[in-house]
Each structure stands twice: as C-alpha cells, then as structure tokens.
C-alpha cells in the first residue's frame, strides 16, 4: 500500500492511431523530432505512473517530524491538561445528548402532570 509504480523499460514511440500522434501531427509536428519552437523538446513520450497513495506528487518517503523534547515546565504540562482529548469531546457529546434527553423528559413529565390536573379524563 502506498506505492508508486512506473512503467519501466526502453519507452516506446506512439502509434499512428494514437490520439495525442494525430494532433501533434495536425499542429504541424513532424515524427522523430522534438517539440518546440526550435526542435528542442524531448523525443520519446513522459512515462506514466500510477500512484497509489494520498501523499502529494514527488512525496517519496513519510517525513517524520521532531517529536517535541519533553521539558519539566509546569506550564507546559498544564497546557497539554487543558486540551480535550478526541475521548473526551465524544464523552462530552454524550453526555451533552443525554442532559437533553432527560431535560426533554422532564418536560414531557410537567406537561402529563399539567393536564392529568385540569382533564383527569383525556389522560
């Protein structure tokens, strides 16, 4: 996973048939040589690669960045404590979820009690 795969070998000239042959052709190029005002472009076809992985065209290797040098600075322990962690916020979400939940609950429980008060029947 994550690799880069090149077609290898000699590269081979395009065919008559090819596309991208018969425009070059049609805007004047003639086969054999370069492309260009004065002929100094290249002469055989960009090899194609296929890439296989998210990182950014010419990304060879993971870069691995310099882990901070843990310091005995009380502040920059208490920095770190003050950050929510992903557990926390989900936790925090959840229970956010289920005060509204009770909070909803409540209310339904005042309004039967509201009514069972004044129609004792409809309830």
Same mark, same amino acid.
């Given at each position: 996973?994550?690799?880069?795969?090149? &077609? &290898?070998?000699? &590269?081979?000239?395009?065919?008559?048939?090819?596309? +991208?042959?018969? *425009? *070059?052709? @049609?805007?004047?190029? @003639?086969? +054999?040589?370069?492309?260009?005002? &004065?002929?100094?472009?290249?002469? =055989? $076809?960009?090899?194609?690669?296929?890439?296989? !992985?998210?990182? +950014? *065209? +010419?990304?060879?290797?993971?870069?691995?960045? $310099? @882990?901070p040098s843990?310091? $005995?600075?009380?502040?920059? /322990? !208490?920095? /770190?404590?003050?950050?929510?962690?992903? @557990?926390?916020?989900?936790?925090?979400?959840?229970?956010?979820?289920?005060? /509204?939940?009770?909070?909803?609950l409540q %209310?339904?429980?005042? %309004?039967?009690?509201?009514?069972? =008060?004044?129609? $004792?029947? !409809?309830?």
């Open positions: 996973m994550g690799e880069v795969l090149c &077609s &290898s070998g000699s &590269s081979i000239a395009i065919d008559s048939s090819n596309i +991208g042959f018969q *425009l *070059l052709k @049609k805007h004047g190029w @003639k086969e +054999g040589t370069g492309l260009g005002i &004065s002929e100094q472009g290249r002469l =055989e $076809p960009v090899q194609a690669c296929v890439k296989n !992985n998210k990182r +950014g *065209l +010419g990304a060879e290797k993971k870069r691995k960045t $310099p @882990k843990h310091t $005995p600075d009380s502040k920059a /322990q !208490n920095d /770190q404590e003050e950050k929510p962690t992903k @557990k926390t916020k989900a936790l925090s979400k959840r229970m956010r979820k289920m005060q /509204q939940r009770e909070k909803h %209310e339904k429980e005042f %309004e039967r009690a509201f009514f069972r =008060e004044f129609w $004792p029947d !409809n309830v």
